[in-house]
Nanobody, 119 residues
Framework: QVQVVESGGGLVQPGGSLRLSCAAS????????MDWYRQAPGKERELVAR???????YYADSVKGRFAISRDNAKNSGHLQMNNLKPEDTAVYYC?????????????WGQGTQVTVSS
């Protein structure tokens, strides 16, 4: 079993910052990819940022230059630093982990953490 837990969400004013954390525990052997997704009310879940085991990153156009994803391979954890937040960033943010066991990849989701950007 693998557990993925997010933390760090909350209410912030436009222009503010938040740092989300993701921790994976249990039968984690090697995190192949760590992603952050978000889902706003009435919208589909979308990929926000991704970091590979080698440190390569991807960002959605809407967050480029404002968000930064990082990971700590030794601790099976990661972070999403969110700066200059906008009301349209309001959503539930989910950490998604792809665990690699040899040639087998397994995916796991956290329960989500709410981010609300409002004055």
């Amino acid at each position: 079993q693998v557990q993925v837990v997010e933390s760090g969400g909350g209410l912030v004013q436009p222009g503010g910052s938040l740092r989300l954390s993701c921790a994976a525990s249990g039968s984690i052997l090697s995190i192949y990819v760590m992603d952050w997704y978000r889902q706003a009310p009435g919208k589909e879940r979308e990929l926000v940022a991704r970091i590979s085991s080698g440190g390569n990153t991807y960002y959605a156009d809407s967050v480029k230059g404002r968000f930064a994803i990082s990971r700590d391979n030794a601790k099976n954890s990661g972070h999403l630093q969110m700066n200059n937040l906008k009301p349209e960033d309001t959503a539930v943010y989910y950490c998604h982990v792809v665990n690699r066991d040899g040639a087998t990849l397994s995916t796991y989701w956290g329960q989500g953490t709410q981010v609300t950007v409002s004055s």
